[in-house]
């Protein structure tokens, strides 16, 4: 059983809850989520796998999770880069974005997501269960398909790659 971290709109922890549970109920808790970036200013962009609880076969940001408890934002990006796509890269903490999403059969990401920024040429060595595909994309088309083809991408990461962008700067 994986525990989440539930926090109030200012990040304080208020508790913890088996991660299934928070997201059919819809609670507030504290995420990660990653965007690593090319030489070419590339964005690597992942396919979850088709057997993912939620948004199975949809294109996402290059990795995203929960910190456990007592594990910090940092720590949490770290390990999930490494655990879904097989890589290790600097990562620097560049904003916090709270969101409340419906992602079908039933479930809801509220989260408050720590975004984190990093740089590699690294080819993924992706975790199976986790992601199916990887690509690197310039962000301008990654945005483009997402106004052609919402389904294709997932709800958070349609909201957050346009904050990304913008913290580039």
């Not at 989520?33 to 076969?57: C, M, P, T, W």
């Not at 199916?132 to 958070?156: K, N, S």
Request: a negative charge; glycine letters at 8%.
């Amino acid at each position: 059983m994986i525990e989440v971290i539930l926090v109030d709109e200012n990040d304080m922890p208020i508790g913890r809850m088996e991660k299934l549970a928070v997201h059919q109920q819809g609670l507030l808790h504290r995420a990660i989520s990653v965007y690593v970036f090319n030489d070419h200013n590339e964005l690597l962009i992942q396919r979850r796998a088709a057997g993912k609880y939620h948004a199975g076969g949809q294109w996402s940001n290059t990795c995203c999770g929960h910190p456990l408890p007592g594990e910090d934002t940092q720590e949490a990006a770290m390990r999930r880069l490494y655990q879904e796509m097989g890589m290790a890269c600097a990562l620097h903490e560049s904003f916090e974005l709270s969101y409340c999403l419906d992602v079908g059969g039933g479930l809801t990401e509220h989260e408050l997501a720590h975004v984190f920024i990093g740089h590699s040429n690294v080819v993924p060595q992706l975790n199976a269960e986790e992601a199916d595909a990887f690509a690197y994309h310039p962000v301008d088309e990654i945005l483009e398909q997402m106004q052609l083809e919402p389904e294709r991408f997932t709800p958070w990461f349609r909201l957050c790659l346009p904050k990304v962008i913008a913290h580039l700067d």
